[in-house]
């Protein structure tokens, strides 16, 4: 239920919405989701296990720097589609790296992506995947009321990868 209100509202959606079309009291939702990360964080639970098992499956490719580019792609595109989840993937300033499950996930599923492609020279050795994902989540968070969200993350995060040389 907390699903479908957060496709449809966002990373704001109602915890007392929530509450009445699950038919409980919001205190229930409250104690079951003290904090709206919490909240996105289960809601967004399947996307990121979705995430970790794409970058496992990236990491035996042959180009490294293909396959953690692809893997961020789709970071950005699930992120654009999956309402809250940007949000979800979103640092506190006020909090460590592995206080956020779902960042923390996707960092230990994309650590042996940017390792790889690291050792291969392809990407600057002190990049980090928390770096990588900051990018996606501030690229999401910027197009989120673009007309084609998707369609302009897309082209911002392909702009970020390449720079500002042509090509």
């Not at 699950?22 to 639970?45: K, N």
Request: with cysteine; hydrophobic share 45%; net charge negative.
């Amino acid at each position: 239920m907390a699903e479908e209100e957060v496709a449809t509202q966002g990373a704001g959606a109602s915890l007392e919405q929530i509450a009445r079309t699950a038919g409980v009291g919001s205190a229930t939702v409250r104690r079951h989701f003290p904090t709206r990360r919490a909240l996105l964080e289960a809601v967004s639970r399947k996307q990121i296990e979705a995430l970790a098992a794409r970058a496992h499956a990236l990491t035996g490719e042959q180009d490294s720097r293909k396959a953690l580019l692809d893997w961020l792609t789709d970071v950005v595109a699930y992120c654009v589609t999956a309402r809250g989840l940007a949000v979800a993937l979103a640092y506190d300033s006020t909090e460590s790296v592995y206080e956020n499950s779902c960042s923390a996930t996707l960092e230990e599923a994309g650590e042996p992506l940017l390792n790889r492609a690291a050792r291969d020279g392809a990407v600057a050795g002190d990049v980090t995947v928390a770096d990588l994902i900051t990018l996606a989540v501030g690229v999401v968070l910027a197009t989120e009321h673009h007309a084609d969200p998707a369609a302009r993350a897309d082209r911002l995060f392909r702009l970020a990868v390449a720079g500002l040389s042509p090509s």
